[in-house]
């Protein structure tokens, strides 16, 4: 994300809690466990060579620096999240919220090195081994992944909830903090990658809760969660550092429990 479109996110926030009247009745603390699911988006990972990989009798050399990189598929995953915050009668909402989610990868595709796409080369190009009949091309050995990408995440939120007169109130809400990516790429059942980062992330949401009683409401939410840079996860097979994008929508629904008057 743009230098720019962080000040914005962040002017945001800080206009959102301004914008809380300082004299403003607190209505108290509530806890909230909320499940779901994740629906990531395709990572274009991008990164370069950390070292020179030797040539061999059948391969050029590749200098250290020359920038590659593959695109990633990933299938629906499991979401889950609480939350503690604090609710004021004018209908804001603080938030401190932990969430985890797990996704698995579905494959792999489009490999580069240099710019040019390797998708039909013999895969020993990569592992400097001798290129044979048996052996499948790079883009067959990245088609299927057993892998997978956890996320954990440490977001504080601001939420407006809108008072309809009635035991459902919709509601919006952005959020900022870290997330930490922990990806295991794995394709044709070969560890590429084992590595974990952490980096600036944001979150915007919109869902509605139904009032059970004066003490607990159930809630559904939609929330866009992304890290703002590319997550740098070291690979294993290859000497070589990859950014990792990490976006994803989230559908959950859970259980508040308050404490307030």
């Known amino acids: ?4 479109t962080k000040l914005c996110l ?15 009745m607190a209505e108290g603390v509530y806890i909230g ?15 370069e060579f ?5 040539a061999t009798p059948d391969f050029g050399a590749i200098p250290a620096g020359t920038p590659l990189g593959w695109n990633t598929g990933f299938d629906t995953g499991l979401a889950l999240s609480g939350q503690v915050g604090y609710k004021f009668d004018n209908g804001f909402r603080l938030e401190v919220e932990g969430n985890f989610s797990q996704v698995d990868v579905s494959g792999h595709n489009g490999f580069q090195v240099g710019g040019a796409n390797i998708d039909g080369v013999d895969v020993a190009v990569l592992t400097r081994g001798a290129p044979a009949a048996g052996n499948p091309t790079v ?11 956890n996320t954990y995440g440490l977001f504080a939120n601001v939420f407006y909830d809108i008072n309809t007169g009635t035991a459902i109130k ?19 059942d070969v560890r590429i990658s084992n590595d ?25 939410q939609y929330a ?23 976006n994803q929508s989230v559908l959950t629904a859970g259980l508040r429990l308050k404490f307030g008057n």
């Open 139 to 149: 883009g067959a050995f990245g088609a299927t992944d057993t892998g997978r990408v």
């Open 1 to 4: 994300m743009k230098f720019n």
């Open 196 to 220: 974990t980062a952490s980096g600036f992330a944001y979150q915007l949401m919109a869902g509605a809760t139904y009032e059970l009683s004066s003490r607990a409401e159930l809630f559904g």
């Open 50 to 54: 950390n070292a020179t990989v030797p």
């Open 170 to 188: 919709p509601y919006v809400g952005a959020g900022a903090g870290v997330q930490w990516v922990d990806v295991r790429y794995q394709p044709s």
């Open 224 to 246: 866009y969660r992304a890290n703002t840079e590319r997550a740098d996860i070291g690979l294993d097979l290859l000497p070589a550092t990859l950014g990792v994008e990490s």
């Open 10 to 24: 962040i002017a945001a926030g800080t206009a959102a809690f301004a914008a809380i009247p300082s004299a403003a």
């Open 33 to 47: 466990f909320g499940a779901g699911v994740s629906l990531p988006g395709d990572s274009e990972n991008l990164g």
